[in-house]
């Protein structure tokens, strides 16, 4: 899991691709929280919003 977020930093800077960083982030987080949020009690008012 490390090498490939090694690989995806090392191809960011070499392609100059910084606004891929946002993207992956955000989707990191979304997919966290989807997560996070399904064995609770929050989960059908956070499946809501999507």
């Excluded at 490939?4 to 987080?29: C, D, N, S």
């Amino acid at each position: 899991m490390l090498s490939l977020v090694a690989e995806l930093g090392r191809y960011m800077t070499a392609r100059k691709k910084w606004w891929l960083f946002p993207i992956i982030a955000v989707l990191m987080l979304v997919g966290g929280l989807l997560v996070l949020a399904q064995g609770s009690a929050l989960g059908p008012f956070i499946y809501t919003v999507f």
